[in-house]
């Protein structure tokens, strides 16, 4: 995993969980966004729920999943937290990319690069919106961005690399560092396009700018075993 993942600054794992369970966090997200009380919002042509672990148990415990302890501590040592997560659906019938950026645009921090993990609650494809990717644009670091269309942008949508699609079936997830350029097409489909994303990070997190720690945080590993069991 690692080796791929240094060259090419992703890699797809498929079908970590099962359609069941996929099921079940689609449940638990649109009982989350029942509480919200924002039904005209949710007729946008992507809809962005943001830090529903902090408010929510049952997302906070699926990303404290073992899975999520394994893979973050293998990749970024063994003490790890939930930096942020967010709900992305895409409506059907859409026409916009979402611009190519680097996670790390939206707010630098140190260390960096940390680990974002998108997780398909159900199937990503061409049609309906998948992550494209550019493969290695991970070692260039975070490089100068500009107010696209639709988020920030540090590659053209009309530029003839567009990279790679991603497309990945219900269940599995993309794990990408945070640095690696990315964007997602239009939901062309009939169905909303269903992804939840986590993004991991080594305990003692900070922002660039300030070097003030980060502390919106969740823990999920504590030498590399799951921090709740280690009372945190």
Not at 30 to 58: H, P, S
Not at 78 to 83: G, H, M, N, V
Not at 147 to 171: A, K, R, T, W, Y
Not at 202 to 217: D, V
Request: net charge negative; hydrophobic share 35%.
């Amino acid at each position: 995993l690692r080796p791929a993942l240094d060259r090419d600054g992703y890699v797809v794992i498929p079908n970590v969980f099962t359609a069941a369970e996929m099921e079940a966090l689609d449940a638990n997200l649109d009982a989350y966004e029942k509480t919200l009380a924002r039904e005209g919002l949710d007729k946008r042509e992507v809809v962005f729920t943001q830090k529903i672990a902090e408010r929510d148990e049952n997302i906070r415990r699926f990303a404290q999943r073992a899975e999520f302890v394994e893979l973050s501590s293998s990749l970024l040592g063994p003490d790890t937290d939930l930096y942020f997560n967010q709900k992305v659906y895409k409506n059907p019938h859409g026409e916009n990319q979402f611009c190519w950026h680097q996670d790390d645009a939206y707010g630098p921090v140190e260390p960096s690069p940390y680990l974002t993990v998108w997780i398909a609650i159900n199937d990503a494809t061409v049609e309906n919106g998948c992550v494209s990717v550019l493969p290695g644009s991970h070692k260039q670091g975070l490089v100068e961005h500009r107010q696209g269309n639709f988020g920030l942008e540090c590659h053209s949508l009309d530029d003839p690399d567009q990279g790679i699609f991603v497309p990945m079936s219900q269940g599995s997830i993309a794990v990408f560092w945070s640095q690696t350029m990315h964007k997602s097409g239009a939901n062309r489909s009939d169905h909303v396009r269903k992804a939840l994303v986590l993004q991991f990070a080594p305990l003692g997190l900070r922002h660039k700018s300030s070097g003030m720690t980060i502390r919106s945080r969740i823990a999920v590993a504590r030498g590399g075993q799951a921090a709740a069991l280690n009372g945190d």
